[in-house]
């Protein structure tokens, strides 16, 4: 069905009387009606089109923005494949070299292993070691401490045996001053007290004792003898040893009882020994020896020397029982 503008429309409703007076009011009411609904479907064509337009134009705006972002999603896009190349590059160069470096700790790891078995072999037999040098430095601990305790016994026992020989020096020179003191009434050259070797020794020569070849004491001699006995009653504590001395000249032949030297020396010494005894001094403490010509102290060349040689020590020795015991113990606790 065609269409006619409104204008054109009433005009045709004007000249309708003229050209037609048998229009009927129905049918002009039916093309008000269709006049009014062509006018409002226009009307409503013309707000959907606005609608359309506008909807046009939005779309329009969107594309635009959309193109807009699209080059920029372009651009960005670019952008993020060359960093994306750079950063698959960079992490291809660091896969390889961490594949390298992992080929490399494996190797290096099997090296250290290793290297940490034999540290761990060394570490074992040092502390083995060390358990053996402690186990040495206990014994070894013990045993000085056995020593100290040993040390200081034998610190003890030697302050003991200082003490006694000291006590014993103090005696002899005790002695050698009673003795010297009894006998300061002979004359020098016949009779002589003196220390040797932690002893008292008095010489008493032939000249004062005996007459040459005799075996018998003079009274002189037997004076001096009984001043010395006397002394030696009060040093109980004493022991006396009687040596008969010659010189080298033999014994006349036919001597009653001499066959030499040795004879007219002991029996020297043993008649000493009587009269020591005999003027007190207890038997069992007096040891008599002869010796003969084998110890002189001069050379039997003068008549002087011979006579020096011609002589009888009597050597006196305190006794050394507490010096001897100490000795023992000490030797005991050695063993």
Known sequence: MKHFSPTLLA???????ALNSCVTAKR??????RQKADANGKAEAERQYRNATAELQKATDELAQLRLAQKRLVTDSAAT????RKTRSLYN????????????????LANKSSDYDKVAKDLARR???LGQLDATLQKSKAENDRLAADLKTREARLTELTQALADKDQAVNDLKAR?????????????????KDGKVYVSLSEQLLFKS??????????????????????????NVVVEGHTDNVPVLRGTAGLSDNWDLSALRATEIARLLAASGVTPARITASGRGEYVPVAANDTPSNKALN??????????LDELFQILGTNSSATK
């Open 310 to 319: 011609r002589r009888t020590e009597i050597i006196l020795t305190p006794k």
């Open 213 to 238: 070849g005799s075996t018998k004491v003079d009274p002189k001699g037997q004076e001096a003898l009984k001043k010395l006995a006397t002394v030696l009653q009060e040093q109980k504590d004493v």
């Open 127 to 129: 502390e083995a070691e």
């Open 81 to 84: 494949g060359v960093a994306y």
């Open 11 to 17: 005009l045709s409703l004007l000249a309708a009387p």
């Open 93 to 108: 160069e660091l896969s390889s070299g961490y594949d390298k470096l992992l080929k490399n700790s494996d190797r290096e």
């Open 179 to 195: 003795v010297s003191k009894a006998l300061l009434s002979f004359n020098s050259s016949d009779l002589q007290v003196k220390l």
């Open 28 to 33: 002009y009411d039916d093309l008000s009606a």
